[in-house]
């Protein structure tokens, strides 16, 4: 089987692309610190899978432990590196903490790539690289705009230091695939997004607050240019965006030049506003969000939505399931976490 190795494979994404990946033929190799998800999420992935996963417990910044693992896995088809600090807010609180880690495992990660020669790299981005787009949908050529954050600056770093490899002559076959916004949970509930303490994300602080785990949902203004007042995002079902991460690795394996890296927008081209979300979840749950309305959240964008025509066409990818399914997953998984975990 062709081995991949999967920074950050105990998160929210990457636990959904490990389920992916093996069922999609390939052996994944978790690399995680769980420096942030619950090392419980590998027994979970092993239910899910039924067979022991390979785990190293690595900091991707500690060149000397990750080179280790690239010594003791030998024949390795590439890499996923999903392995980051993901939350604006905490962020623009602790910038260093973010270039350290989001900054400092991507060039650990590429020069080891480069030294026991690993050709094919599968890059975690985000929207976030767009700011407010101009135009919508948002295609991949769209410009990068200033980073709002320190988040989002790190992400639009990583994506500079693979294009300079590139330039340099470096033999590495990139996707870099920048997400819209993930939500929802394997269908077996037996993996999802959870947060730790108050949830920043919509979705996991409206399935905390129909769990009664937390009190009605702030929507964060409703006195946007938009159909109803509230944002615009574009959210993508997790186990479609895991998907997308199969289809890149078969594409970066059927090229034959060497020395690209090549972007793909992964949402699934129709926006949905807070009040949309909200009518998701009484169709697909039949729960009415409580919600109040409240002051915009600086920072936030004002509406963001994907093109996809590109994953659409070169990935024969697309997104698969709607935003009511998104909520319905999103909830089991929120059942069977049973009571709140102490803060
Ligand atoms: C979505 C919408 C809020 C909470 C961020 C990162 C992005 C990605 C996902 C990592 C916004 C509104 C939210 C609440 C609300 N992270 N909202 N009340 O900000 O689009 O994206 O997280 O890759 O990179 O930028 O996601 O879920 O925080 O917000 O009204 O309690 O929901 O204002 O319009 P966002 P979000």
């Not at 590439?78 to 905490?90: D, L, R, T, W």
């Not at 020069?111 to 981005?125: D, G």
Request: aromatic share 10%; hydrophobic share 35%.
């Amino acid at each position: 089987m062709k081995k991949v190795i999967v920074t950050g494979g105990a998160g929210f994404i990457g636990s959904h692309t490990v389920v992916a990946l093996y069922e999609a033929g390939f052996e994944p190799v978790i690399v995680d610190n769980f420096s942030n998800s619950q090392e419980s999420v590998i027994g979970r992935l092993e239910e899910i899978t039924q067979r022991k996963l390979v785990l190293h417990r690595v900091d991707c910044t500690d060149e000397g432990a990750f080179r280790e693992v690239f010594e003791a896995e030998q024949k390795l088809f590439g890499v996923i590196h999903f392995a980051a600090f993901k939350s604006v807010n905490e962020s623009v609180a602790e910038p260093g903490k973010y270039h350290h880690n989001n900054v400092g495992s991507q060039k650990v990660l590429l020069r080891l790539m480069k030294e026991f020669n690993v050709p094919h790299f599968v890059f975690s981005s985000s929207c976030t690289v767009y700011g407010q787009p101009n135009r919508l949908p948002v295609t991949e050529k769209s410009p990068v705009q200033p980073a709002l954050s320190p988040y989002g600056e790190t992400k639009q770093i990583c994506e500079t230091l693979i294009r300079e490899e590139r330039d340099a002559g470096s033999p590495l076959k990139t996707a870099i695939l920048r997400y819209f916004n993930p939500i929802g949970a394997h269908s077996s509930a037996l993996i999802g997004e959870l947060p730790l303490g108050v949830p920043q994300n919509l979705v996991p602080f409206i399935t905390q607050s129909l769990a009664e785990w937390r009190g009605p949902l702030t929507v964060f203004g409703n006195d946007y240019n938009t159909s109803d007042g509230t944002c615009i995002r574009d959210y993508i079902h997790v186990v479609d965006l895991a998907e997308a991460h199969i289809k890149a690795l078969k594409w970066l394996g059927d090229q034959s030049k060497t020395a690209f890296a090549e972007v793909f927008n992964l949402g699934t081209g129709t926006g949905a506003t807070i009040l949309d979300v909200i009518r998701a979840f009484k169709k697909g749950t039949g729960l009415d969000v409580q919600y109040t309305i409240g002051d915009r959240r600086p920072g936030d964008v004002e509406q963001i939505y994907a093109d996809v025509e590109k994953a659409r066409t070169v990935l024969s990818w697309e997104t698969q399931k709607s935003l009511p399914e998104c909520a319905r997953d999103a909830w089991n998984w929120q059942l069977q976490l049973g009571d709140k975990p102490e803060e």
